[in-house]
C-alpha cells in the first residue's frame, strides 16, 4: 500500500473539521457537510487498511488518489480553523475549495466503490478453490497412506509403532487445527490454551490494529503484574487470524528472561527473519543485508516475552520496514514502545471458572463443593490469575476445614500455606527484588495504606520525602518508577498532571491490586512484631491486634505506624511505646474519634495523616496530643470537623505543611482568635480542598510570612481573600480552583513579587482581575480557563515579561494574542472543553 494511506489522512481530518464547525461560521456549513461524506468514507478504507491483503496497481493508484484528495481536504480545513473570524473573503474561500473536495468524495464513492466490491468478492471466490483443494489433496494423500498402513503387517500388541498413516493423520490434524484457531509458525514456543477475559479480549483487537497498522517498524507493548496472563494473551494474538494473514505467518516468538544471551539470542531471530543461515557472529553480518533481505518477503512480527531491561530490549528490536515487535513486560518501555496495553484482572465469572479449572478440573463449580465458600476464597484473590490458578491448587482435594481456612487467611492477609506462599511469591517477588533501594522501600510504604481504597498522591509523596529523605522531584520519579512496573496505579492521568513543576497533588491519587499490598505485607512481617519497621493493621478491626497487646511492654522500633479501626473511644486504646515513629496513619470510621494517648510516646513524629472514611465529619478528641508534636512537619485531615484554636494553643515550631481536605472549617478557621502565624510560624504550604463550608480565610493567615504555596479548590462558598494577602511576601503559588463564589481578587496580590504560579481556573464569577497585575514581575503561568465572567485583561498586562504559559479559553485567548508582542516568549494554550462527571465518583 501506499504510504499515505487514506484512512490515516480522513481520521485527522475530521478532527480538523470538528474544530472547524465548532470555531469557523463562515464555513460551517460546508465543513459539516463534508465531513459527513469523510464519516462515510472512513469505516471502508479502515477495513481495508487493516485486511493485510496487497491490492494490485490500478486499485492502490485510486486509494492514492483518494488520499491526495483527502489531504488537500486536511489542509484547507486546518486553514479554515485558523483563518481569522473577521476575514470572510477567506472564509468564503475556503468553503468554496472544501465544496469541490466534498463533491470529488461523493463521485468517488458513486463509481469507485462498486468495482473494488466486485473485484473483492472475485479474489475471495478464487482463494477459497484453492484453499479447497490444497485440502482435498491432503485428504487423498492421508487416505493413501492408510490403506498402506493397513496392507502391511499388524504391530505386536502392546507396542506402538510409528506409521506413514498415524504421521499423516498427525499433520491433517495439525493442519485443521491451524485453519481453525492458527498455530505459530515461525518458531518459538508451542501456543497454550485460549485465554479468558472479556477485558483481554478487547486488549487484543486494540494490539492487534497497532500492530496491523502503518508499514514502517514499530514496538508495541503488554504489560502487568507477575501472573496477570500476559503471555496469554500474546499468545491468543499470535493465533489470531487476521494477524497470521497480514504477517504471512512470519511471526517469531521468542523468550527474553532475566539474563538473555543476547548475542545468541539476536542471530537467531535474524535468521528466523531474513532466512538465512548466518555462519559467524551476530556482529558479523554485513550491514546490506540488514536493509535489503526482509524487505521483500513482507511483514514480521517478533514476540519478545519476559523482557526486563530497556537496554536489552533496544538491542532486540530490529528497525527494518514492516517489522514490528510485540513485547511482553511487567514493566514499561515509553520510550521505545508506541503504545502498550495494561492488563486488566479477570470478572468475576472468569475468575470463578479459572479457579474451578485450578481446583477442580471443571469448568464450573462441582454439586459436592460448598458454592458460597468456594465464592468466597476466589472473591479473595481479586481476579489476579496466578493468584486463581496457585490458590485453586492448592486446595484440590482438601476437605472444608482447609477451605475455610484458606479463606479466613486470606481475609487477614496471610497465606495459605507454605507452597502457596513460594509459588505466588517467587512469581512476584521478582519485581521487587530488582527494585533499587529506596524504590523497594517506597514500594513497601504502600502496604500502610487501607485495602481498596485511593491513596492521595499527596500524602504520599510526603511521606516518601519525609522518611526516605528525598526531594519532590525524586519521589515523583520513584513513582512512576513504580508504575511502570505495574506495582501501583496512577489515578485520574497522575502522570501527566503531577509532573507539570506547578502540579497540585491535592486531587491525584494511586490505587493498588491487593495481591500487591498483600506481598508488600509479608514482605513488612518477615521481621519480629517489635522490630519491624512498618507496623501495620492489615485490615480493618474494632480493636487493637491482640498480638500488639502481647508485646505492649517492649519498645516498638517502626518508623512507621498504620493503624484502621472504627470508632475508638478512650478506653479502647492502651499505651505503646513508639520512639522511632515518624509517620502515623489512622484511618476510621466514625462520627467521634479519640486520638491515641501513645502520640505523646512519639517523639520523632514527622507526618501525621487522619483520614475518616464515615459518611459524616468526625470530631476529634484528645487534642492535647498536640502539645508534644514538636518535630511534626506535616498534617493531613480528611473529613474531619475542625475545632477552633484555643488562644493557649502550642506553637507547633516545625509544622510546614497543612492539608485539609472534605473538612468542616467554619467553626475552627473563622471563629478561631488565635493568630496562625504565632501557632504555625513555619508554615510554608497550605493546602485547603472540597471544604465547602469555608467563606473566608483568617486575616492573620497573611501575617504568616514564611508561606510559600496556598491552594485552595473546591470550595464553593469562598467569597473573600484577606485584603492583606499581598504581605505574604515569599508565596509563588497561588491557587485558587473551582471556587465559583469568588467575585474578585484582592488588590494587594499585585505586591506579590515573587509569585511564579496563578491559578484562578473555573471560578466561573470571578469579574475582572487587578488592574496592576503587571507588578508580578516573578509569573511564570496562569491558569484562568472557564473564567466566563472575565471580558478582558488589565493593560498592564503587558508587563509580565517574565510570563511564559498561559492556559485560557477561545475568547480570552485573542487578548492574550494581542499581549504576545510585548511579552516575546510566552506561550498561549486553548483548553479544550472537557465534559464529564468523573467528579461525581470522587
Not at 113 to 138: G, S, T
Not at 171 to 185: A, I, R, S
Not at 273 to 297: C, D, T
Not at 518 to 526: F, G, K, M, T, V
Request: hydrophobic share 40%; glycine share 6%.
Amino acid at each position: 500500500m501506499d504510504t499515505l494511506f487514506p484512512g490515516e489522512v480522513a481520521t485527522e481530518l475530521l478532527r480538523e473539521l470538528a474544530k472547524v464547525v465548532r470555531r469557523a461560521y463562515g464555513c460551517r456549513a460546508t465543513a459539516e457537510q463534508l465531513k459527513r461524506g469523510v464519516e462515510a468514507l472512513l469505516p471502508i478504507v479502515q477495513e481495508i487498511r487493516y485486511a493485510g491483503v496487497e491490492l494490485p496497481q490500478p486499485r492502490q493508484r485510486q486509494l492514492s488518489e483518494l488520499a491526495e484528495r483527502l489531504a488537500r481536504g486536511l489542509e484547507l480545513a486546518r486553514a479554515a480553523a485558523a483563518a481569522p473570524r473577521w476575514n470572510v473573503y477567506r472564509s468564503v474561500k475556503l468553503a468554496r475549495e472544501m465544496e469541490k473536495v466534498e463533491r470529488w468524495i461523493a463521485r468517488w464513492l458513486q463509481r469507485q466503490m462498486p468495482a473494488h466490491v466486485l473485484a473483492d468478492v472475485h479474489h475471495l471466490r478464487v482463494d477459497a478453490e484453492v484453499r479447497m483443494e490444497r485440502i482435498e489433496r491432503r485428504i487423498d494423500h492421508v487416505e493413501a497412506a492408510a490403506a498402506a498402513a493397513a496392507a502391511a503387517p499388524g504391530p505386536v500388541v502392546g507396542v506402538r509403532v510409528p506409521s506413514a498413516a498415524a504421521k499423516g493423520a498427525g499433520e491433517m490434524m495439525m493442519m485443521m487445527q491451524g485453519l481453525e484457531m492458527g498455530v505459530v509458525v515461525g518458531g518459538g514456543e508451542a501456543v497454550g490454551p485460549p485465554m479468558i477475559g472479556a477485558g483481554a479480549r478487547v486488549g487484543k483487537e486494540r494490539v492487534k490494529e497497532v500492530l496491523m497498522g502503518g508499514a514502517g517498524w514499530g514496538a508495541v507493548g503488554i504489560c502487568g503484574i507477575g501472573g496477570s496472563g500476559k503471555t496469554t494473551l500474546a499468545r491468543e494474538i499470535c493465533r489470531d487470524p487476521q494477524i497470521r494473514h497480514y504477517f504471512n505467518n512470519r511471526i517469531f516468538f521468542e523468550t527474553v528472561s532475566q539474563s538473555p544471551n543476547l548475542e545468541s539470542l539476536k542471530l537467531k531471530l535474524w535468521e528466523q527473519i531474513s532466512g538465512n543461515i548466518v555462519v559467524g557472529a551476530y556482529n558479523q553480518i554485513p550491514e546490506w543485508q540488514f536493509k535489503l533481505g526482509p524487505v521483500e518477503r513482507g511483514p514480521i512480527l517478533v514476540v519478545l516475552d519476559d523482557v526486563w531491561s530497556l537496554s536489552e530490549l533496544e538491542e532486540l528490536i530490529f528497525k527494518l520496514p514492516g517489522c514490528k515487535t510485540l513485547v511482553i513486560s511487567r514493566f514499561k518501555f515509553p520510550t521505545v514502545i508506541r503504545y502498550t496495553y495494561e492488563m486488566e484482572m479477570l470478572g468475576e465469572d472468569e475468575a470463578l471458572s479459572l479457579f474451578c479449572h485450578a481446583a477442580f478440573e471443571e469448568q464450573s463449580i462441582p454439586p459436592t463443593a460448598d458454592k458460597k465458600l468456594v465464592k468466597q476464597v476466589v472473591a479473595k484473590c481479586k481476579g489476579l490469575p496466578l493468584a486463581l490458578k496457585v490458590i485453586g491448587a492448592s486446595l484440590r482435594g482438601e476437605p472444608p476445614k482447609i477451605w475455610a481456612s484458606a479463606k479466613n487467611r486470606l481475609s487477614r492477609g496471610q497465606t495459605i500455606s507454605d507452597t502457596h506462599e513460594n509459588k505466588l511469591l517467587d512469581r512476584m517477588a521478582t519485581s521487587i527484588e530488582r527494585l533499587s533501594g529506596k524504590a523497594r522501600e517506597c514500594f513497601l510504604d504502600l502496604g500502610s495504606f487501607p485495602e481498596d481504597k485511593k491513596i492521595p498522591l499527596d500524602v504520599l509523596i510526603n511521606i516518601w520525602m519525609e522518611i526516605h529523605d528525598i526531594d519532590d522531584e525524586d519521589a515523583f520519579a520513584i513513582l512512576l518508577e513504580l508504575s511502570n512496573k505495574n506495582l501501583l496505579t496512577l489515578v485520574k492521568d497522575a502522570q501527566n498532571r503531577g509532573g507539570d513543576i506547578y502540579s497540585s497533588y491535592s486531587e491525584l491519587s494511586v490505587t493498588q491490586h491487593d495481591v500487591l499490598r498483600d506481598l508488600a505485607l509479608h514482605i513488612n512481617n518477615r521481621e519480629a512484631l517489635n522490630v519491624r519497621k512498618r507496623l501495620i493493621m492489615a485490615r480493618r478491626e474494632e480493636a487493637l491486634p491482640r498480638d500488639w497487646e502481647r508485646n505492649k511492654d517492649q519498645q516498638f522500633e517502626a518508623q512507621i505506624v498504620s493503624i484502621h479501626t472504627g470508632e475508638m473511644k478512650e478506653s479502647d486504646w492502651f499505651q505503646m511505646h513508639f520512639p522511632k515513629a515518624e509517620v502515623l496513619i489512622l484511618s476510621f470510621s466514625s462520627s467521634m474519634y479519640f486520638l491515641p494517648p501513645f502520640i505523646d510516646t512519639m517523639p520523632n513524629l514527622k507526618a501525621l495523616v487522619l483520614i475518616n472514611y464515615g459518611t459524616s465529619s468526625t470530631e476529634l478528641g484528645n487534642l492535647w496530643a498536640f502539645t508534644t508534636l514538636n518535630n511534626l512537619r506535616s498534617l493531613w485531615f480528611e473529613k474531619i470537623r475542625l475545632p477552633p484554636l484555643p488562644r493557649t494553643t502550642i506553637p507547633l515550631q516545625n509544622l510546614r505543611k497543612i492539608s485539609l481536605v472534605l473538612c468542616e472549617t467554619n467553626s475552627g478557621l473563622n471563629e478561631s482568635k488565635v493568630d496562625l502565624s504565632v501557632t504555625f510560624p513555619k508554615l510554608s504550604d497550605l493546602t485547603i480542598d472540597h471544604c465547602i463550608d469555608l467563606k473566608e480565610l483568617p486575616s492573620s493567615i497573611c501575617e504568616v510570612r514564611s508561606l510559600n504555596s496556598i491552594s485552595i479548590s473546591n470550595c464553593h462558598d469562598l467569597y473573600e481573600l484577606p485584603s492583606e494577602l499581598g504581605k505574604l511576601e515569599s508565596l509563588e503559588i497561588l491557587r485558587l480552583y473551582a471556587c465559583p463564589s469568588l467575585k474578585r481578587l484582592p488588590q494587594s496580590i499585585c505586591r506579590l513579587r515573587r509569585l511564579k504560579y496563578l491559578d484562578i481556573s473555573q471560578c466561573i464569577n470571578l469579574g475582572d482581575l487587578p488592574e496592576e497585575l503587571g507588578h508580578l514581575t516573578s509569573l511564570e503561568k496562569i491558569d484562568m480557563r472557564e473564567c466566563s465572567q472575565l471580558r478582558n485583561l488589565p493593560r498592564s498586562s503587558s508587563s509580565l515579561k517574565s510570563l511564559g504559559h498561559v492556559v485560557c479559553d477561545e475568547e480570552m485567548a485573542l487578548f492574550w494574542k494581542e499581549a504576545e508582542r510585548n511579552i516575546p516568549d510566552l506561550r498561549v494554550q486553548v483548553a479544550e472543553v472537557c465534559y464529564n462527571l468523573d467528579w461525581l465518583v470522587e
